[in-house]
């Protein structure tokens, strides 16, 4: 009963502490965030701030992976689902669930003081599933066109991404997978579908 008792304790105090940290994110960039502003934010003095992490840094870091390992989780389940080529549909709502599970990351992570190195990294993430699904709609391009069409994709669902997150996550994520795919198969042919 005492170990269940500490896991609820850490798990609550971790929640706070990420809490804090993602909100003082959205303001500034992470050089500027102290220990001492965030643990008055979380209400935790600075010891327990050190018996969970090092410092800002690793604090991010572990945000960052748990974000990552629950994308990949969620593309190798899609790839384990299916002998067929998973749709883009399927791929667009399996990262956008997760992105809004992560709703306090995901605005820091699109935001101001982005960490670039980690939106390359959960691009690269989807590149695989999206490359793969990209050749079974479009046989005949070749690699280097479905490169190509990745990155300008990838870059449009950037900001598809941040026009959701300005409106509140309002909408569910097929809702906005289906619009991803709309225009990313009819490009500005969506505008007449979408009245």
């Not at 220990?35 to 050190?50: M, P, Q």
């Not at 695989?128 to 690699?143: G, H, I, T, V």
């Not at 990745?150 to 906005?176: K, N």
Request: charged letters at 25%; a negative charge.
């Amino acid at each position: 009963m005492k170990n269940l008792e500490n896991d609820h304790r850490v798990r609550v105090t971790k929640l706070l502490i990420r809490k804090a940290f993602t909100s003082l994110l959205s303001e500034k960039p992470i050089e500027s965030i102290t220990v001492k502003e965030l643990c008055a934010l979380a209400g935790i003095n600075r010891g327990t701030f050190y018996t969970h992490y090092q410092d800002i840094y690793e604090l991010l870091g572990e945000i960052e992976e748990a974000m990552v390992s629950e994308i990949d989780a969620a593309l190798l389940s899609l790839a384990d689902n299916s002998g067929s080529p998973t749709t883009l549909v399927a791929i667009c709502t399996e990262v956008f669930q997760c992105l809004k599970d992560n709703s306090d990351m995901c605005t820091i992570m699109l935001g101001n003081y982005c960490d670039k190195q980690f939106v390359a990294r959960l691009l690269a993430l989807g590149k695989q599933a999206c490359l793969k699904s990209y050749s079974s709609y479009f046989k005949e391009a070749s690699p280097r066109s479905i490169e190509y069409f990745y990155s300008f994709v990838s870059a449009g669902c950037i900001g598809l991404l941040r026009r959701w997150m300005e409106d509140g996550m309002d909408g569910a994520p097929l809702e906005i997978a289906r619009m991803a795919e709309q225009i990313m198969l009819t490009g500005v042919g969506f505008l007449d579908m979408s009245s």
